[in-house]
């Protein structure tokens, strides 16, 4: 595989690893976030810090920052249980603008600059760059694949489920909203975390406009093209989306437009996304395989 | 002190220019429930469409007019092509359409007018006003006046008109308006065709104001004014007026005066979240 | 007379200037049906809401087994075996049949952080839920997306979920409504089958025949206030009660 084939596959794992934690929160629990790409920064940021002022490890910093990004989506899911679905859509969407003002104008974060010079990942005494840390990035993947995997096969995910559909009928059953919409916050941020620190340690300089707002409508592009609430379709949204932009290298400047419109085609069409109930792909699926409709 | 006055006028005129947008953004919510952040591109639209007319014919009122006309007709194509046939959905459904909307917009102003800053040097026909050492420039006073006037119409027209009735008839239960003979898409289309022509207004002004036109110039006023209308309590457009004119002034003045390290486009977002924690429907809102 | 299961006392719930329920108050006895019945805006529901916890009263005490239950929150409500439905249907509409009734069978997980993360997919917890659906009829639609169900089946099916939380108390909202008659008597032979396993049943109807029919005890409610109660006999011939129904003017112009 050459150098460029490998950077585009290492983003694009990243980006589903950060994409299925937004599932968790969108897709499975039916909580709106616009503001996810705030929980990637955090993630990013503390590596970045643990990494160069704390001179820690990837390794020994990696249950750090998946907890700072899981505590701060859990403090910043509280305004979810307060609010109806609207408020809480331009809520995270406040969350996202001030974060990133905050890495931007405090000079502990690195200010314009954005902080550099972020080790590589050491593993047994070998520096992981190129191939190694794309298998390192493909790894932890599987890793969150496999969480939401169990998480959609356990009670607590049903129990998501059920309140994303009817939350008051699901309380009459039990269901304590507020533990469950929190408990989706938290996984989904600390997925979103663990992206971030692989992002920072592949990237090894970051800035706050890394992860502004566009870039949380990106994830949010991801989940929806993929099909919400599904298993793999976040993984599909962001392998779409990531390779989209090479293979349409050659529209450079319409580029961005085709995005939207494609978007917007998907969002009219098929608002379940490629891999949503009835949907046309997953219709041919099941014709191809019978009994394919998990 | 004079600066303090200084401050505080132009505080009035970016709070007014805000409450043109939001007005939009607050009258289809207050319809529709949804969060309409295209708004903002057909604020834009506005911008662009009146410099080009302004440019052809040199005439103000003309390029008003042919701005004010063409965003009419492209909010109610947002409604009838996007809007309409995602009401079904979750509302997240339509927000993302319109967010995708939003961007396609942005897009699609640099691709044919570019990426630059355009000036719209424009002299607006309002007299300049000398009160006790201040003065007020005719661009200030053209957004005072102008505001002034779109909001008492606005006012008019919901207070004491049929149509006003329809409206408001519309956004408490639109089967029950139909059943009561209301024809409640024509009056969602009339509500998108004010929004938008008032959001060319705005984006006019704006252009003038700065002297600046350039594609991205909605992005901040798109997610801002959302801010704003949740403040004012979602629906209620005197209550996005009111919020939309403390924050202008709030922002001004804090930036000449405080010097506070964060940008002041995060500010309505504190704003924001404060009042939500405070009051959670919102200055004016109900329930 | 043995200790009431339920207690209500004085119950009201005020919305601004609005009463819609005003020092109710009655018992309900381990093992009986009782109905709640009224006309329209009686505060029939109103009570519902309160009993299980989506309202807070505005005064008033509910006792359930002896202890406070009114300001409990409605999932708490449930843990202590209170099942209830609901006069709209609310089924959760992507989810089959059978995982609608899984999501109530996991009452016994969700209030321990370390059972959550067991699996519903088992055979055991499927098969249960199956012998549910059997119970009331919906083995056959087990697979079937629940929001596409019609009424009859989704009444069944929000008392298939209730009876898994509620081994206690039943709150049954208006279940017989926009039934057909086949449909109404299976119904009834289902509550009576219920109730003899021990559970105690309220319930909402507006169906007079159908409440005098099935209930040992009914309760009337008349503009947010309890207007009589008695066995279905007595009821039927309280002047109160037909006044209510029939209206204060034709009641007086009849006579």
């Known amino acids: ?294 | 002190m004079q600066l303090f006055f200084e401050q505080l006028l132009n505080g009035i005129a970016m709070g007014s220019i805000y409450a043109l947008v939001t007005l939009g953004l607050a009258l289809v919510y207050g319809i529709l429930r949804i969060l309409h952040v295209a708004h903002a591109g057909v604020y834009t639209v506005g911008a662009y469409i009146g410099l080009f007319f302004f440019q052809l014919t040199g005439s103000l009122i003309i390029a008003a007019l042919g701005s004010m006309v063409f965003c009419a007709m492209l909010g109610v194509a947002i409604e009838r092509f996007v809007y309409y046939p995602l009401l079904k959905y979750p509302p997240y459904v339509p927000l993302i359409g319109s967010i995708a909307v939003m961007l396609a917009i942005e897009e699609l102003c640099r691709l044919i007018a570019g990426p630059h800053i355009l000036t719209f040097a424009a002299k607006l026909p309002f007299p300049e006003i000398q009160l006790g050492g201040i003065t007020i420039s005719s661009t200030l006073m053209a957004v005072y006046c102008i505001t002034a006037g779109v909001l008492a119409f606005l006012w008019y027209i919901t207070s004491f008109t049929e149509l006003g009735l329809a409206m408001r008839a519309t956004s408490q239960d639109i089967p029950i308006a139909d059943a009561m003979g209301i024809n409640s898409h024509l009056i969602v289309s009339i509500t998108f065709v004010l929004g938008s022509a008032i959001a060319a207004i705005a984006g006019i002004l704006v252009g003038i104001y700065y002297n600046q036109v350039y594609p991205t110039m909605g992005a901040v006023p798109a997610y801002k004014t959302l801010a704003l209308i949740v403040v004012g309590g979602l629906g209620s457009v005197p209550g996005a007026v009111i919020a939309a004119m403390l924050l202008g002034v709030a922002e001004t003045l804090l930036i000449g005066y405080a010097n506070i390290p964060l940008p002041r486009d995060a500010l309505a977002f504190i704003a924001m979240i404060g009042v939500l924690m405070w009051r959670s429907e919102g200055l004016l809102g109900s329930r | 007379m043995s200790q009431a299961l339920l207690d209500i006392q004085e119950l009201s719930k005020y919305f601004g200037g609005l009463k819609a329920l005003d020092q109710v108050g009655f018992n309900v006895m381990g093992g009986e049906i009782l109905g709640l019945i009224g006309p329209n805006g009686a505060g029939k529901t109103v009570c519902f809401n309160l009993i299980s916890g989506v309202y807070r009263p505005t005064a008033g005490k509910i006792y359930f087994n002896g202890q406070r239950m009114d300001g409990t929150s409605p999932h708490q409500v449930a843990h202590k075996g209170v099942g209830r439905t609901f006069q709209i249907v609310k089924p959760f509409g992507t989810l089959s049949v059978v995982e609608n009734v899984l999501v109530a069978k996991g009452i016994t997980k969700y209030n321990r952080f370390s059972r959550i993360w067991s699996t519903w997919k088992s055979k055991a917890e499927i098969n249960e839920a199956l012998e549910m659906l059997e119970r009331v009829g919906l083995k056959d639609l087990a697979d079937r997306q629940a929001g596409l169900l019609p009424l009859g089946n989704l009444r069944r099916l929000e008392i298939a979920r209730a009876l898994l939380v509620g081994h206690k108390l039943l709150l049954l909202d208006e279940s017989f409504s926009g039934l057909r008659h086949e449909e109404i008597v299976q119904l009834e032979e289902l509550i009576r089958s219920i109730r003899e396993t021990g559970i105690t049943v309220l319930l909402i109807e507006h169906n007079m025949r159908v409440a005098m029919g099935l209930c040992d005890r009914l309760v009337v409610l008349d503009h947010g206030s309890k207007i009589a109660e008695g066995r279905p006999q007595e009821i039927q011939q309280n002047e109160k009660v037909i006044e209510a129904y029939l209206g204060r003017k034709e009641a007086s112009d009849a006579a």
Not at chain 1, 183 to 202: D, E, N, S
Not at chain 1, 210 to 216: I, L
Not at chain 1, 238 to 246: F, K, N, T
Request: with cysteine.
């Open chain 1, 1 to 294: 595989m050459s150098a460029y084939l490998i950077t585009i596959a290492t983003l694009i794992a990243i980006y589903a690893i950060v994409v299925c934690g937004l599932n968790v929160i969108v897709g499975f629990a039916g909580q709106i976030s616009l503001g996810h790409a705030a929980f990637f920064g955090i993630g990013a940021y503390s590596a970045a810090l643990l990494a160069t002022k704390g001179g820690l490890s990837f390794w020994t910093a990696l249950p750090c920052v998946i907890a700072v990004s899981a505590f701060i989506g859990l403090l910043l899911g509280l305004p979810s249980l307060r609010v109806k679905a609207d408020f809480l859509a331009i809520t995270t969407i406040g969350i996202n603008f001030i974060v990133e003002a905050l890495f931007l104008y405090v000079p502990f974060f690195g200010g314009a600059l954005g902080i550099g010079g972020i080790p590589r990942v050491m593993f047994f005494g070998i520096k992981l760059k190129g191939l190694a840390f794309f298998y390192l990035c493909l790894f932890f993947l599987v890793v969150v694949i496999l969480i939401c995997w169990w998480f959609r096969r356990s009670w607590a995910g049903l129990a998501c489920f059920a309140l994303r559909e009817e939350e008051s009928a699901a309380a009459s059953m039990g269901i304590s909203p507020v533990r469950f919409k929190l408990l989706a916050f938290v996984i989904g941020t600390g997925m979103a975390g663990l992206g971030g620190a692989l992002y920072a340690h592949y990237i090894r300089f970051i800035a706050a406009t890394d992860f502004a707002f566009p870039v949380s409508i990106l994830f949010l592009s991801m989940v929806v093209l993929g099909g919400m609430g599904t298993l793999w379709g976040p993984v599909l949204g962001a392998l779409i989306l990531g390779a989209l932009p090479e293979i349409f290298r050659p529209l450079v400047d319409y580029r961005f437009l085709f995005y939207m419109v494609l978007l917007l085609i998907m969002i009219r069409f098929q608002p379940g996304g490629l891999l949503g109930e009835r949907s046309a792909v997953r219709r041919v699926l099941a014709s191809i395989i019978p009994g394919a409709h998990q």
